[in-house]
């Protein structure tokens, strides 16, 4: 049981295929390996193991069918995956982290659940999110702090830190996560695996709890680029159910293993100047002398509206979920406070079940968004959006990829922002830009520090350009072994 773990995703899918081993043994390995593992994590909220085992069953059957008879099977035909907690996933609960949804169980799917599962996956269950995906630590949640499997006095990043942190500690070969401000790559970086964030609208977010709806991009977390290949090629396409869908042709993403020749990949200096850990900075410098090595070209360019990235993406994501988050009333959804008068029961069932960093969130964006104050903060900091987009645009009639930091630091203390929600929101600095541009970005191992922790680097491609940020963190990933380091398990 303990050798099903390690297996990639490739070495999964040949040995069920040729029958070595059945995709009930699979997932039985991962659920015992959570069973052992989650009164340490805590990475999920809820566990669904009679749900898995029917799944697998069914999966199973399906590979005697294809072995018997010939036939293709799915990508994902029996292979185990965890979902993030603001996903619907029919049947079982759906909290987004949150008190006030505690009760909720969808009766449908998300249409990225759907897609994985059509894909042949089997949901182990929902994993640990800052509540409504508002935040960068796992903090926030109203069902307790996800603990980094590196270091278990750490975060292991957010929101979809609980993903991350499945996918670390080999609870979970792979798992769906949300990026709205760098919410998969952070936690990628924090917990040392690969996750992708997609261009805004290839991935349908129907049946996403919706934090910020011009931002939230549904993601993907594996050990590798090859395995989040694997996910996003079930997950992409067009979807009717979703207004801001991309109506662009599927195209499947098939990696080679060769170098990076004639690939062009841009660096930003202020990047590169900015206050990073010392360790860092080290280990960026040396992963982008690797794809020099072998064989991309490293050009500067220049994004001189990204520094305002914090305070744009401040308004308009605030603004953006105050709206979003007003139906939790108490009347049309989630639990009901009692009292008086209707605006007493708003205000009651509102004011205790939500936790202070919504709150926070809602009052940020009510006021930007108020009589008086709209114009001066969020008409000014969506035209500030446009020209953080245009210097995208620019820099790559330059240059095929950028390269930069995902975050200042390695994975921090728990507790080590609490009370200053300012620091909180600087750690999204090189993260956020790619969201308010709609970019694809990818982040990945690429060293450690001295506490052992792990260091990522993101890259940053043009929209609808996924297959070259994968095949350039594959590329780079075949000439390192960053990403095959695990946690020691002593640890856990």
Known sequence: MTELIQLSLQQMRRGLLAGDFSSQELTRAYLERVERLEPHLNAFITLAPELALRQARAADERLAEIRRQGGEAPP????????????????????????????????????????????????????????????????????EVTRNPWNLERVPGGSSGGSAAAVAARMAPLALGTDTGGSVRQPAAF?????????????????????????????ALARSAEEVAGIYNALHGHDRRDA?????????????????????????????????????ARALQVAVQQLETLGAKVL???????????????????????????????????????????????????????????????????????????????????????????????????????????????????????????????????????????LPAIAFPVGVDDQNLPVGMQLIAPALHEDRLLQAAHSYQQATSWHQRTPDPELL
């Open 76 to 143: 994902l035909l029996g292979v185990p995956i965890a979902i993030k907690d603001v996903l619907a996933v029919r049947d079982l609960p759906c909290t987004a982290g949150s008190r006030i949804l505690e009760t909720f169980v969808p009766p449908y799917n998300a249409t990225a659940v759907e897609r994985v599962l059509e894909a042949g996956a089997v949901v182990l269950g929902k994993t640990n999110t800052d509540e409504f995906a508002m935040g960068s630590s796992t903090e926030n949640s109203a069902y």
């Open 244 to 280: 801001t869908s991309l109506k662009h042709p599927r195209e499947e993403v098939v990696l080679k293993n060769e170098d990076l020749r004639g690939l062009r990949v841009g660096i930003v200096a202020e990047h590169f100047q900015h206050d990073l850990q010392p360790e860092v």
């Open 191 to 219: 917990c040392g695996v690969t996750g992708l964030k997609p261009t805004y609208g290839r991935v349908s977010r129907f049946g996403l709890f919706a934090y910020a709806s011009s931002l939230d991009t549904v993601g």
């Open 300 to 438: 500067d360019v220049q994004l001189p509206h990204t520094r305002y990235a914090v305070p744009v993406y401040y308004i308009i994501a605030p603004a953006e979920a105050s709206a979003n988050l007003a139906r939790y009333d108490g009347v049309r959804y989630g639990p009901r406070q009692p009292a008086e008068t209707l605006p007493a029961v708003y205000a009651r069932t509102r004011g205790k079940l939500f936790g202070r960093e919504v709150k926070r969130r809602i009052m940020l964006g009510t006021f930007a968004l108020s009589a008086g104050y709209q114009e001066a903060y969020y008409g000014k900091a969506q035209k500030v959006r446009r020209l953080i987009q245009q210097d995208f645009v620019r820099a790559f009639e330059k240059v095929d990829l950028i390269a930069a930091p995902v975050t200042p630091t390695t994975a921090f203390p728990i507790g080590a922002h609490r009370g200053d929600p300012l620091s909180m929101y600087l750690e999204d600095i090189f993260t956020l830009p790619a969201n308010l541009a709609g």
